[in-house]
């Protein structure tokens, strides 16, 4: 049984910064690529960052780009996300998913979610 579990979100004022944490067990964590989706109230969840199972390839949404950045320690099962230059539209349930990567199509989604932390930009 495969768990994720966030955690680092909180409140932080407009330009500053998070670091968001998911730690896995249950699985083969370097087997898997991970990612961090976000949802805001009323709108869907949407893909911010994916890694590769290595961590030399990842993916960004565009609105996060330059300003976030994932990583991986597979030596602790644990991804993250650094979130700098917060924006108010960046305030959202962040979540953590395993899935796999592919060099032509991307990030899927698995199977696996965590709970959720909550992140909000005051401005």
């Known amino acids: 049984q495969v768990q994720l579990v966030e955690s680092g979100g909180g409140l932080v004022q407009v330009g500053g910064s998070l670091r968001l944490s998911c730690a896995a067990s249950?699985?083969?964590?370097?087997?898997?690529?991970m990612a961090w989706y976000r949802q805001a109230p009323g709108k869907r969840r949407e893909l911010v960052a994916a890694i590769s199972g290595g961590g030399r390839s990842t993916n960004y949404a565009f609105s996060v780009k330059d300003r976030f950045t994932i990583s991986r320690d597979n030596a602790k099962n644990t991804v993250y996300l650094q979130m700098n230059s917060l924006k108010p539209e960046d305030t959202a349930v962040y979540f953590c998913?395993?899935?796999?990567?592919?060099?032509?199509?991307?990030?899927?989604?698995?199977?696996?979610w965590g709970q959720g932390t909550q992140v909000t930009v005051s401005s």
């Open positions: 998913n395993m899935g796999r990567m592919y060099s032509n199509t991307g990030y899927q989604v698995g199977d696996y």
């Open positions: 249950g699985s083969t964590f370097s087997n898997n690529a």
